[in-house]
């Protein structure tokens, strides 16, 4: 490993826990945006600053700044949040967020076009709300993912508490955010110490979900850190735990590479945290630092070894691994519609297209939940797959409920194909700056034309899974979908084929740099010798795997 830091290593180093002069920066009334260091230690605090890319040339051309504004991430283990905080959360949006809320992949909210004269005011709100933004974003442990819709309830609960008090336990322990954001006075002379993270907390981002199979809703494969829940007789016994799983890559960059996670091995359900605590500061301690490419967990797991890390995470934790349980996925998608749970409780879960949430010409999805909260009595869960679950739902209240959903037009989001049901995509342009082409604003367009090709070769109910990304960053975990378009450039896309139905394979690169005419025509043939030569009920992600993909090279 070379000696040699990268640049942000050397921001961390210097930013007073992650201080930095954010004050000033956030003081500073010349520009919408923050200085660069500020920018980076900015994501600790759970915001990104932003520009609107539809607007740079034009404002370019009159030698003006970016219309720079802020997105802010909510840390909410699990997706779960009381009807209470969502009316909080529809005011702020309309107050501070362009009356737009984003549900993510991470079952976090995200507001977006936050201008910085009330990026303060902003983050205030949130935090009254009893939910805050700490470690959202940044070198630290992020939201972390917990299987989202809740018809196994005691085994739900379970699940959820552990990983709520994991979250809780990886959260970094500098004071910065409640002096930045939330006034509270510096105590004098009081040294802080990051006892698991140092003073350059982490190579990398890393990510953590928890799953209860058989539904694989979290894509558990594709975290740095998974618990699989090994649930016997109702009880949660303890975890199948993985580990090296991360999707992000670089274009061009043959270094770089999706990896699904590796299995270390089964333990007791209470020694998740030891566990936890051992796999990050083992990643702290051997995770590059020289090259940010190269510095998530899956390399240091590769250059190390599966064995060599298993060993290490046991000597650090003094726990020792089990073999791990057989575990079987059968579902990976969300239930849609209504659900009843163990204890005669119903769930009804909603179809939100790319989590996007605002009153427009089509729906007025905003106006329509917030009907919802004012009535709902349990709580509602944000799953992984960027929709809403209105859950714990008492018979006595299932019919105002069930009005509300229908009135509001709500039911109609799911008219829908299996296809355009369970399609993902990122936010991409016009905000992402890491985007080089089109994904939440191609979605809709894009599955409907998957639809359509597979309704002329008669399987219209084949539930394909289709993910769309504007970058090889791979927030909408694309390169575990059946079908993914990877964004190369305006209008161009890396066509990736052959993830399997369960989310346990990755897919691979099929065609490289193609505009959507020839997406189109390589899925109408390939769709055409699927529905002819494929296996008993074989799904289409699984003859691409065995036909497609071993005779045509990318």
């Not at 007073?16 to 009334?29: F, H, K, P, V, Y």
């Not at 350059?200 to 829940?229: C, E």
């Not at 003094?318 to 073999?323: N, S, T």
Request: charged share 25%; glycine share 8%; net charge neutral.
């Amino acid at each position: 490993m070379s000696a040699t830091l990268s640049a942000v290593e050397t921001i961390k180093a210097q930013s007073r826990g992650l201080r930095g002069t954010l004050i000033e920066s956030l003081a500073d009334a010349h520009t919408g945006g923050l200085r660069e260091p500020d920018q980076t230690l900015l994501k600790f605090h759970g915001s990104y600053q932003q520009d609107d890319r539809d607007l740079r040339d034009e404002r370019t051309e009159s030698k003006l700044e970016p219309a720079h504004s802020f997105m802010i991430r909510t840390r909410t283990p699990g997706g779960v949040i009381t009807p209470a905080q969502w009316l909080a959360f529809d005011d702020i949006a309309r107050r501070y967020g362009g009356s737009s809320l984003r549900l993510t992949t991470r079952q976090a909210i995200q507001l977006h076009g936050v201008i910085k004269s009330e990026l303060k005011a902003t983050l205030q709100a949130i935090n009254k709300t009893l939910i805050d933004t700490i470690a959202a974003c940044g070198d630290v442990n992020r939201n972390v993912l917990v299987s989202a819709n809740p018809i196994e309830s005691a085994a739900h609960a379970l699940v959820y508490a552990d990983a709520v008090a994991l979250s809780e336990a990886l959260l970094p322990k500098t004071r910065a955010y409640h002096e930045i954001w939330l006034d509270e006075q510096p105590i004098a002379a009081t040294p802080e110490h990051e006892p698991l993270y140092g003073p350059t907390y982490l190579p990398r981002k890393f990510k953590t979900a928890f799953v209860v199979p058989p539904q694989n809703d979290v894509d558990v494969y594709a975290h740095d850190l998974g618990f699989v829940a090994i649930v016997v007789d109702g009880e949660v016994s303890g975890y199948n735990v993985l580990v090296g799983g991360g999707l992000g890559t670089s274009h061009g960059d043959t270094r770089t590479y999706a990896r699904a996670a590796s299995v270390l091995g089964f333990i007791a359900r209470g020694a998740e945290i030891a566990i936890a605590e051992a796999v990050l500061t083992t990643q702290r301690d051997h995770g590059r630092r020289d090259e940010r490419r190269l510095s998530r967990l899956k390399y240091t797991i590769d250059s190390l070894g599966v064995d060599w890390f298993r060993g290490e995470v046991e000597r650090r934790s003094g726990v020792p691994f089990a073999p791990a349980k057989a575990v079987r996925f059968s579902a990976r998608g969300d239930r849609f519609g209504w659900t009843q749970g163990n204890d005669g409780r119903w769930h009804l879960t909603l179809r939100l297209r790319a989590g996007r949430i605002a009153d427009r010409d089509d729906a007025s999805l905003l106006s329509a939940l917030r009907q919802l909260a004012q009535v709902h009595r349990g709580d509602f869960r944000i799953t992984a797959n960027q929709n809403l679950i209105v859950a714990a739902i008492t018979p006595e209240a299932r019919p105002e409920i069930e009005q509300i959903f229908i009135e509001t037009g709500l039911s109609e989001l799911l008219e829908r194909s299996p296809v355009e049901l369970n399609a993902l995509a990122c936010v991409a342009l016009p905000t992402c700056p890491l985007a080089m082409a089109e994904a939440e604003r191609y979605l809709e367009r894009f599955s409907g034309a998957v639809q359509s090709l597979l309704a002329r070769h008669g399987v219209p109910e084949e539930p394909i899974s289709l993910r769309i990304s504007g970058c090889p960053n791979g927030c909408s975990r694309p390169f575990l979908a059946e079908i993914a378009l990877v964004g190369k450039a305006p209008g161009r896309y890396n066509l990736h084929l052959g993830g399997d139905a369960f989310g346990e394979r990755l897919n691979r690169l099929y065609r490289e740099n193609i505009d959507e005419s020839e997406i189109l025509a390589v899925l109408d043939r390939d769709f055409g010798r699927w529905r002819r030569e494929r296996g008993s009920a074989e799904a289409f992600g699984d003859y691409a795997d065995r036909v497609l993909l071993t005779e045509t090279p990318a």
